[in-house]
C-alpha cells in the first residue's frame, strides 16, 4: 500500500486531455512540492513534472503539473500513443525522520 | 551528457548482504548542487526510495529498510555505493541510482533528474 494514492489505470484517445492524481496527507502533498515521472516499460523513469509545476528542458508542454490541498495532478494534452507508459508521483513526507515518497503507478492506456 | 550505470551480482543469497555500485560519468558526483540516491522497484510493484547521499557524505535513508540500507561515494572513482544487509525475498527487485537536483532545493527531496537504466537483483533461498 503506497502512502500516495494513484488510480492503477487511465485510457484515452489521441488528442484527448488525461488527468491522473495523487493524494496524500498534510505532511506530504500538502506542505511539499510534488514531482511526476513516466516509465515506458523497459527504460529508465523520466522526470517530467517538478516543483509541482515545473517541467525540465526538453519535456513537452502537453505535460502540466498542479496541486491542490493534498492532492496533486499530472494532465497530458493531445495524447499521443507514445504517452501509453507508467506515471508516477512523489514527494517528501516530512513525517518522523523525513523521507520520499511515490505512488503505486497509474499505467496510461492510449485507445 | 551525464551517464549512471548501474552494476552488481545480479543474484544474491537471503540473508547476505547485496552490495551495488552507480558508475557516474560526463559530470562529477563532487558537487555542492546536488544528491545522489538509490530507489529500487520490486517485480510488479511501484518505486521504493532507499537513500539519499551529498557530496559531503551526508546521507538520508529511507526508515522503513530499519537500518539494513548503507549509501556511500567515492569522489576519486565517480562512484555512488548501495549496501543492503540480511536480504531477503522481498529485496528482489530492480535497483536504479538517480541524481537529485532543482534550483531551488538542495536535499534529499528535490526531484530524480537522471536515472540509469537500473540493474536487477534478485535474492535466492
Known amino acids: 500500500q503506497s502512502v500516495l494514492t494513484q488510480p492503477p489505470s487511465a485510457s484515452g484517445t489521441p488528442g484527448q486531455t488525461v488527468t491522473i492524481s495523487c493524494s496524500g496527507s498534510?505532511?506530504?502533498?500538502?506542505?511539499?512540492?510534488v514531482s511526476w515521472y513516466q516509465r515506458v516499460p523497459g527504460t529508465a523513469p523520466k522526470l517530467l513534472v517538478y516543483s509541482t509545476n515545473k517541467r525540465p528542458s526538453g519535456v513537452s508542454d502537453r505535460f502540466s503539473g498542479s496541486k491542490s490541498g493534498t492532492s496533486a495532478s499530472l494532465a497530458i494534452r493531445g495524447l499521443r500513443s507514445d504517452d501509453e507508459a507508467d506515471y508516477y508521483c512523489a514527494a517528501w513526507d516530512d513525517s518522523l525522520t523525513g523521507r520520499v515518497v511515490f505512488g503505486g503507478g497509474t499505467k496510461l492506456t492510449v485507445l | 551528457q551525464l551517464q549512471l550505470q548501474e552494476s552488481g551480482p545480479g543474484l544474491v543469497k537471503a540473508s547476505e548482504t547485496l552490495s551495488l555500485t552507480c558508475n557516474v560519468s560526463g559530470g562529477s558526483i563532487n558537487r555542492n548542487i546536488y544528491y545522489w540516491a538509490w530507489i529500487r522497484q520490486p517485480p510488479g510493484k511501484s518505486l521504493e526510495w532507499l537513500a539519499s547521499i551529498y557530496y559531503s557524505g551526508i546521507s538520508y535513508s529511507n526508515p522503513s529498510l530499519k537500518g539494513r540500507v548503507t549509501i556511500s561515494l567515492d569522489s576519486s572513482k565517480n562512484q555512488i555505493s548501495l549496501k543492503v544487509n540480511s536480504v531477503t525475498a522481498t529485496d528482489t527487485a530492480l535497483y536504479y541510482c538517480a541524481r537529485q537536483w532543482d534550483v531551488a532545493v538542495v536535499g534529499p527531496e528535490a526531484p530524480f533528474d537522471h536515472w540509469g537504466q537500473g540493474t536487477l537483483v534478485t535474492v535466492s533461498s
Open positions: 498534510r505532511s506530504i502533498i500538502g506542505t511539499n512540492f
